[in-house]
T-cell receptor, first 112, second 117 residues
Framework: GQQVMQIPQYQHVQEGEDFTTYCNSS?????IQWYKQRPGGHPVFLIQ?????EVKKQKRLTFQFGEAKKNSSLHITATQTTDVGTYFC????????????FGKGTTLSVSS | NAGVTQTPKFQVLKTGQSMTLQCAQD?????MSWYRQDPGMGLRLIHY???????DQGEVPNGYNVSRSTTEDFPLRLLSAAPSQTSVYFC????????????????FGQGTRLTVV
């Protein structure tokens, strides 16, 4: 079945450093979504990418969708303590089914 | 709008007991799903539904039942609780395409923390 792999599992950075998490799918995706979960909270939607090679920015966050629509990345520039949490990618393959499959997430910690 | 509401927030069960985790949404979303979250395992799909009367299995359906009699509600039933079902359970909902595929952001409930002893 469809699998979504995400690396790294954990990342610790000093405040002000950059951070990147990568997501790879075993199948071609219809779209990919990114979520953030704060400690003790629930996943909250960040963005959805649909087009091959798409790049979207939200302030210090940059999201990319690969040309083959099988990989994606989230890059945070100049991390802040408010960026702490777990970032999940979630892939959707509309042709293979209707379920959203999550990666295992990257947990980011930031020290000031 | 309340969004996605899950009850209870916390629950302790004894092995072998049964219970129902409730999930309700007031956004008229067709697509609803249940995930469990365990340390280091991410969010794993248990069951999902593309509309009232329609349900399907996800990655880890064993030991769980669901039904979708209304658009608003999607309860998850644990038939005979086991310690391996100790987890945090999240319900999510979304709009879907005419074909039933989830196509937009998923809204998550606050979660139910379940412990089976």
């Amino acid at each position: 079945g469809q699998q979504v792999m995400q690396i790294p599992q954990y990342q610790h950075v000093q405040e002000g450093e950059d951070f990147t998490t990568y997501c790879n799918s075993s199948t071609t995706l219809s779209n990919i979504q990114w979520y953030k979960q704060r400690p003790g909270g629930h996943p909250v939607f960040l963005i959805q990418l649909v087009k091959s090679g798409e790049v979207k920015k939200q302030k210090r966050l940059t999201f990319q969708f690969g040309e083959a629509k099988k990989n994606s990345s989230l890059h945070i520039t100049a991390t802040q303590t408010t960026d702490v949490g777990t970032y999940f990618c979630a892939g959707l393959n509309n042709q293979a089914g209707t379920a959203l499959i999550f990666g295992k997430g990257t947990t980011l910690s930031v020290s000031s | 709008n309340a969004g996605v509401t899950q009850t209870p927030k916390f629950q302790v069960l004894k092995t072998g007991q049964s219970m129902t985790l409730q999930c309700a949404q007031d956004m008229n979303h067709e697509y609803m799903s249940w995930y469990r979250q365990d340390p280091g395992m991410g969010l794993r799909l248990i069951h999902y539904s593309v509309g009232a009367g329609i349900t399907d299995q996800g990655e880890v359906p064993n030991g769980y039942n669901v039904s979708r009699s209304t658009t608003e509600d999607f309860p998850l039933r644990l038939l005979s609780a086991a310690p391996s079902q100790t987890s945090v359970y999240f319900c999510a909902s979304s709009y879907s395409t005419p074909g039933g595929a989830m196509n937009t952001e998923a809204f998550f409930g606050q979660g139910t923390r379940l412990t089976v002893v």
